[in-house]
Nanobody, 115 residues
Framework: QVQLVESGGGLAQPGGSLRLSCAASGFTFSLTAMNWYRQVPGKQRELVAS???????NTADSVKGRFTISRDNGKNTVYLQMNSLKSEDTAVYYC?????????WGQGAQVTVSS
């Protein structure tokens, strides 16, 4: 079955960095676009970054120049490198993919940016 498992969340100071990982299984990872979303309590889930099967990327304006999405098809893993973190980046971050008409989500990783 499809599984997405995030890791790498935690506490960072403003201006600091964290790297999230999402290990995927149960589907042909190299042929599938991957996404990172985030959600703050009481708000809608927000698309942060996407990477196509070919490696082309898109990032939200709110994180552009600070966050980078990448993938390692040999490890079936997608990453989100987060630099210059701000307090407003505090959220639960989710890995997501779509297979056919079905969206699959990871369990989420908490990122807290605070001094």
């Amino acid at each position: 079955q499809v599984q997405l498992v995030e890791s790498g969340g935690g506490l960072a100071q403003p201006g600091g960095s964290l790297r999230l990982s999402c290990a995927a299984s149960g589907f042909t990872f190299s042929l599938t676009a991957m996404n990172w979303y985030r959600q703050v309590p009481g708000k809608q889930r927000e698309l942060v970054a996407s990477i196509s099967r070919y490696g082309s990327t898109n990032t939200a304006d709110s994180v552009k120049g600070r966050f980078t999405i990448s993938r390692d098809n040999g490890k079936n893993t997608v990453y989100l490198q987060m630099n210059s973190l701000k307090s407003e980046d505090t959220a639960v971050y989710y890995c997501k993919t779509r297979l056919g008409l079905t969206d699959y989500w990871g369990q989420g990783a908490q990122v807290t940016v605070s001094s």
